[in-house]
């Protein structure tokens, strides 16, 4: 076999259904081995950006692993934007680039780029594959990194030669690492010492994040949170972790989190964090983060624990076993009526509120978004104002429904990562949520869906601006709109021009029955919502604030 | 403070960057920084002096350095017995009169002059972090024309 067909066969006993990419010079060699494959499906898209989001969406969608496939040097670093999302966000990706052959590596050869250098900060693990012998073990080893433990991207650099050379298709046993053993069950003691004690806990919090989805865990930690009845807190990796609509929920925390969200933390005196990793944006100015709370620390990656905050009792383990075995040890509810009560005084005080103006506010989209699909839609977003309005204002019930860009903070890729989700998710209604800024940073991939019937309903909410950076500088530049006015294209025809359909939205009795009609289609629609050019997100914490100093709006 | 950490790793081409780039990521300064093979030829042995201001630097290095795929074990000789040694080389300007200055010192160090041409020696030394440092105080009395370090290497006992 030649090494290009081992790649495929290898991607194939991997069980890999869909890869994303683009051809390229020192890639040809695997893409005429895909020419007619039918192992499984390739979707050709615009742009390698777009391939690696696509295949992270559809990771996040499925919790398989996505693959994209590019050629050398500039497909190569086109996918670096990808990689380095999915690396935040710890999304298993395997991520398969073509290189120059190996006696030209190093020469500055044509299309050559030192992509396992300029990605090893940002992969779990990377090959440059230098002997045919070693590709098969190298794409199993390579699934096997990114899905296990704390899951994240991996790169296979592929030279040309490797890809022509012969060999015989050998497919090694599974992957044993003596330097790579991910620890799924908690220490027993930690975890006695944890249940004690959230059991003589007063006023105890579950803060919970993306790890909850990565695991698997939502049934357990339904599970924990009734049998403590203790409120639960998400971070934006976090949303669908838990049942927004459950009486225990207290919504997302931090920056743009509920007002009585970051009191009820800042009040605790128990925070049980399951697969979240106190980011600054979930915890503010530090030395006032939950300053009476003790820190139970449950997380797969030992580096994120005690990383920014003290903690009491770290449990190193995968959420979903060590949530069952905490469970175990839970012999009784702990006393806590006085604290819900207070919990509950705190979410009368501060409710989620906006004010309506004359034009269509993106709050009410997204509620009309979330009533029209009865939350059981798949909701990507781009990044920066819609997307926490979209973070706020959906009612999320399941993991994976959620499927946005939190470490990163990617602007672009929602749109194609609404590509992966689809295709990971058919049966379901998968919306982009997008602003006016954000959109135009992929909006090539329109191409990728119509060509491929993929119907994606992507929702901008246009307000003329970068609308997030627009608001910092509204809030802490003077209103110094520096370079925030952003022009677009007229998006209905655009849309129509790709061969998708265009809606436009400019009066609020029309929001409901546009998105209705946009569901209806069997095609890509495009709803251009004229909204509010200077509504703002709120609440808002300002960085580097304690997080109970919460600004704004009705919030 | 300076921490003497080991690190066991995959004796593959990549390592060493993968290794340094955890710390100039992080902005973690190396002090030196000594690698090479084991009796197992797949796996190389690392000893590296860090600068960590504080408990939670080093904890983080420990961490990151185990996260790495390629890394096998680290070790930190902070709170554990160990012997450590470096080698010295240099070359030392004398004239024939401070000869028998130079040769004098190294009665005290374990050391000696591997060769002389002209007015030049070329010395070793092997030693721990403190004798070294009172040895390179002797020798400044001298000119010093070039001077390499090996970086401490360690061992548990």
């Not at chain 2, 797949?42 to 201001?53: F, G, N, R």
């Not at chain 2, 000789?77 to 009169?97: C, G, P, Q, W």
Request: with cysteine.
């Amino acid at each position: 076999m030649k090494g290009s067909e081992i790649l495929l066969e290898a991607l194939k006993r991997e069980g890999v259904e869909l890869v994303f990419g683009y051809p390229g010079g020192q890639i040809l060699p695997t893409f005429d081995a895909l020419y007619k494959y039918e192992g499984f499906k390739f979707i050709l898209t615009r742009h390698e950006q777009g391939a690696a989001h696509a295949a992270d969406g559809y990771a996040r969608v499925t919790g398989k692993v996505g693959v994209c496939l590019a050629t050398s040097g500039p497909g190569a670093t086109n996918l670096v934007t990808g990689i380095a999302n999915a690396y935040m966000d710890s999304i298993p990706m395997v991520a398969i680039t073509g290189q120059v052959p190996t006696g030209l590596i190093g020469n500055d050869a044509f299309q050559e780029a030192d992509i396992t250098g300029i990605t090893r900060p940002i992969t779990k693990h990377n090959y440059l594959v230098k002997d045919i012998k070693d590709l098969a073990g190298i794409v199993r080893e390579a699934f096997y990194i990114a899905s296990t433990g704390r899951p994240g991207p991996v790169l296979i650099d592929l030279p040309k030669d490797v890809q022509v050379a012969e060999a015989d298709f050998i497919w090694p046993d599974a992957p044993k690492l003596r330097s790579y053993n991910p620890r799924y069950a908690g220490h027993p003691g930690q975890i006695k010492r944890a249940a004690k004690l959230i059991m003589e806990s007063r006023k105890p919090i579950l803060y919970v994040g993306g790890g909850i989805i990565t695991s698997g865990s939502s049934v357990e930690l339904l599970e924990l949170a009734e049998k403590t009845g203790a409120p639960v807190t998400w971070t934006f990796m976090g949303i669908g972790a838990f049942p927004s609509l459950h009486k225990q929920s207290l919504g997302m925390l931090g920056m743009h989190g509920t007002a009585y969200a970051n009191h009820s933390i800042m009040d605790a005196d128990l925070i049980i964090a399951i697969g979240a990793r106190f980011d600054d944006r979930v915890t503010g100015r530090l030395d006032k983060f939950a300053p009476q709370a003790k820190v139970i620390h449950i997380d797969i990656d030992p580096s994120s624990i005690s990383k920014n905050v003290k903690v009491h009792i770290p449990i190193v383990g995968d959420a979903k076993q060590v949530i069952a075995q905490l469970l175990g040890e839970l012999k009784r509810k702990p006393a806590i009526d006085e604290w819900l009560k207070h919990v509950e005084g705190l979410r009368k005080k501060y409710p989620m509120g906006y004010k309506d103006k004359g034009k269509i506010l993106p709050q009410y989209i997204i509620q009309q978004i979330d009533e029209v699909t009865s939350g059981g839609a798949i909701i990507c977003t781009e990044v920066g104002q819609h997307q926490m309005w979209a973070a706020q204002w959906y009612n999320y019930s399941r993991p994976r429904t959620f499927i946005s860009s939190g470490g990163l903070g990617t602007m672009g890729f929602g749109f194609p990562a609404s590509i992966g989700a689809k295709l990971g998710a058919p049966d379901k209604t998968v919306f982009n949520i997008a602003g006016d800024g954000s959109i135009q940073m992929n909006i090539q991939e329109l191409a990728t869906c119509v060509e491929n019937k993929i119907n994606v309903k992507v929702a901008i909410l246009n307000n003329g601006y970068l609308g997030m950076v627009r608001q910092w500088q509204e809030l802490f530049y003077k209103r110094r709109y520096s370079y925030t006015p952003i022009t677009s294209p007229d998006f209905v025809k655009l849309a129509e021009s790709y061969g998708a359909v265009g809606i436009r939205v400019t009066k609020k009795e029309e929001v409901r029955s546009a998105i209705e009609r946009a569901i209806a289609t069997d095609n890509t629609v495009f709803i251009d919502f004229h909204i509010e050019e200077e509504e703002n997100v709120f609440p808002m914490v300002p960085a580097g604030e304690a997080i109970n100093n919460i600004l704004g709006g009705l919030a | 403070m300076r921490h003497t950490i080991s690190v066991l790793v995959e004796n593959k081409f990549g390592v060493l960057a993968r290794i340094a780039g955890l710390f100039s990521a992080r902005g973690y300064n190396i002090a030196s920084l000594a690698v090479s093979e084991t009796l197992d030829p797949l796996v190389s042995y690392m000893t590296i002096v860090v600068e960590a201001k504080d408990e939670n630097v080093l904890e983080q290095i420990n961490k990151q350095l185990n996260k790495l795929i390629d890394v096998i074990t680290v070790t930190d000789f902070t709170k554990k017995e160990h012997i450590d040694r470096e080698l010295v080389l240099a070359k030392v300007k004398y004239s024939s009169r401070e000869k028998a200055k130079l040769e004098n010192i190294f009665k005290k160090y374990v050391g000696k002059i591997i060769q002389r041409k002209g007015n030049m020696a070329i010395i070793e030394a092997v030693g721990e972090g403190h004798q070294i440092k009172s040895l390179l105080d002797e020798l400044s009395k001298f000119e010093i024309q070039e001077l390499v370090r090996t970086g401490k290497l360690a061992i548990s006992n």
